[in-house]
T-cell receptor, first 114, second 113 residues
């Protein structure tokens, strides 16, 4: 298993541009999450999904959109990028109720908006 | 609203020392608590997960304890090594709902040879 994979690893955007951060997991987990981590801070939840077709907002959803058309994929869309969205973005997945309560994280995407 | 605090923010110790990292949370109604390790520029690696019904978990040189009533967890690292240098994050999960984790800001550990 590759686990949770994210692309790209790094990206520089200009203010006002848009992009999609990709996240894929091959563990057949029903729950997926997007977090952002600002320097010296813990991770904050942006959006999450409890299964294909179901998404919900987390703590800091403004400026982002998500979709979940398959179990494996959970892309995060940034529309009209702003400097405040400069951060490291982590995707995670889990499968609660199966005996494994851990969340598994991808390697992250480092985004700079200038 | 659940808040997680980790003290100290940074810690520097000589190799071989035993050390304790602290994590406190404001709402004791948690489902579990997870300790992660993060190396610079890397993702998160899960170290230990403690269910709310458990008092501690051990893995190798690591031991994590949980005291829900006082809202505290500790991560004990025995015989520290330079390879243990990393940022250690504590996260708690509430009952039901999104299963989301609420993270502390982490403790940056440096183990000097």
């Amino acid at each position: 298993n590759a686990g949770v994979t994210q692309t790209p690893k790094f990206r520089i955007l200009k203010i006002g541009q848009s992009m999609t951060l990709q996240c894929t997991q091959d563990m057949n987990h029903n729950y997926m999450y997007w977090y952002r981590q600002d320097p010296g801070m813990g991770l904050k939840l942006i959006y999450y999904s409890v299964g294909a077709g179901i998404t919900d907002k987390g703590e800091v959803p403004n400026g982002y959109n998500v979709s979940r058309s398959t179990t494996e994929d959970f892309p995060l869309r940034l529309e009209l990028a702003a400097p405040s969205q400069t951060s490291v973005y982590f995707c995670a997945s889990s499968s609660p109720g199966t005996g494994d309560d851990e969340q598994y994280f991808g390697p992250g995407t480092r985004l700079t908006v200038t | 609203k659940q808040e997680v605090t980790q003290i100290p923010a940074a810690l520097s110790v000589p190799e071989g020392e035993n050390l304790v990292l602290n994590c406190s949370f404001t709402d004791s109604a948690i489902y579990n608590l997870q300790w992660f390790r993060q190396d610079p520029g890397k993702g998160l690696t899960s170290l230990l997960l403690i269910q709310s019904s458990q008092r501690e978990q051990t893995s190798g040189r690591l031991n994590a304890s949980l005291d829900k009533s006082s809202g505290r967890s500790t991560l004990y690292i025995a015989a520290s090594q330079p390879g243990d240098s990393a940022t250690y994050l504590c996260a708690v999960r509430a009952w039901g709902g999104s299963e989301k984790l609420v993270f502390g800001k982490g403790t940056k550990l440096t183990v000097n040879p």
